[in-house]
C-alpha cells in the first residue's frame, strides 16, 4: 500500500533512469527523491518509512560500496538495478542485505513490487525502533537498585534468592520489583523478559558498559561471577526459568490427573 509520506530514494548517474523513475514512483503514491550524489549520500528520514533504489555501477563509489557504508540504516532497504550484473556481484548484495537485485530492462510492476516490499520492510524498522526509544526511556527512569532487583528477576531468581544476592529483604525486593515493573510498563514477568529479549540494547546494563548488578558497594559483598549478566544472559536465563516452570506445571497437571484416575478405579 502507497502513501505520500514514504520516502523513495533514487541514486542513479543516468538522469533518463532517474526521471522515469520519480515519475513512475510519484504516480504510484510515494514521495521520489531521485539524485546523483551518492559520495555522501546518508539522508535523514526521522520517523518515516523510506527505501533506496540504487545503481550498482556508479562511478568512483560503486553502488555495493555505498551499501556497506549504509550497513546501520535498517530503516532503509536497498534495491538494487543494474544493467551489467552478474551471479558473483547478485550474491554479494544479497549478502549484504539487499531486499532485491533488479537487472535492466525490468517492467514497472516488478519495480514497484519491490518498492511496496521495502516500504513495508522500512515501516516494521521504523515502529520496532519507535518501541526501542519508549523501552530504552523506560529503563532510564530507574534507580541502580532497581536495575539490579531487574537484572536478577529476569533471571530467573526467586524474591528470596535476589534479596540473599543484594543484602536486602524480600519485602524491600517486593516493592523494587513493582516499582520495576510499573515503570518498564510491563504487566507480568513474562513481559519484562519478552522486553529484554526483543531489545537491540543492553537492558541489564548502564550506556557505559557497567553491570550494576555486577558492583556493590564496600559495605555488601559482590555478586558472583556467575551472576554478572550480560544481556543475552539474562535472555538465556529468563527463557530457562520460563521453560522450567512451565514443566513444572505440566508435570503437576499430569500427576494430578494420573491421582485422579486411579481414585476413580474400583479397589
Not at 42 to 65: E, I, R
Not at 92 to 118: I, S, W
Not at 195 to 223: F, I, K, V
Request: hydrophobic letters at 40%.
Amino acid at each position: 500500500m502507497s502513501d505520500v509520506t514514504s520516502i523513495v530514494f533514487v541514486v542513479d548517474d543516468d538522469v533518463s533512469v532517474r526521471e522515469s523513475l520519480e515519475l513512475l514512483i510519484r504516480a504510484a503514491g510515494w514521495h521520489p527523491r531521485p539524485s546523483h550524489r551518492h559520495r555522501n549520500f546518508c539522508p535523514a528520514t526521522p520517523h518515516a518509512s523510506c527505501c533506496l533504489v540504487l545503481d550498482v555501477t556508479l562511478p568512483g563509489l560503486s553502488g555495493l560500496k555505498l551499501q556497506q557504508r549504509l550497513a546501520e540504516r535498517t530503516d532503509m532497504p536497498i534495491i538494487f538495478i543494474t544493467g551489467h550484473g552478474d551471479v558473483p556481484m547478485t550474491v554479494q548484495a544479497m549478502k549484504a542485505g539487499a531486499v532485491e537485485f533488479l537487472t535492466k530492462p525490468f517492467t514497472n510492476g516488478v519495480l514497484l513490487d519491490a518498492v511496496g516490499g521495502a516500504i513495508e520492510r522500512s515501516r516494521t524498522a521504523v515502529r520496532q525502533e519507535a518501541e526501542m526509544r519508549v523501552l530504552r526511556s523506560s529503563y532510564a527512569s530507574l534507580t541502580p537498585r532497581e536495575r539490579e532487583v531487574m537484572a536478577l528477576v529476569v533471571s530467573g531468581l526467586l524474591n528470596k534468592q535476589v534479596g540473599g544476592e543484594l543484602g536486602i529483604s524480600e519485602i524491600t525486593v517486593k516493592a523494587h520489583r513493582g516499582q520495576t515493573m510499573r515503570k518498564m510498563k510491563a504487566d507480568s514477568l513474562a513481559e519484562l523478559v519478552t522486553m529484554a529479549r526483543d531489545s537491540a540494547c543492553d537492558l541489564c546494563e548502564r550506556s557505559d558498559g557497567h553491570n550494576p548488578a555486577a558492583s556493590r558497594s564496600t559495605h555488601r559483598p559482590a555478586l558472583p561471577r556467575r551472576f554478572r549478566m550480560s544481556s543475552l544472559d539474562v535472555v538465556l536465563w529468563g527463557a530457562i526459568a520460563m521453560s522450567r516452570a512451565i514443566a513444572s506445571m505440566a508435570n503437576t497437571s499430569l500427576a494430578l490427573c494420573a491421582s485422579a484416575t486411579s481414585s476413580l478405579q474400583p479397589g
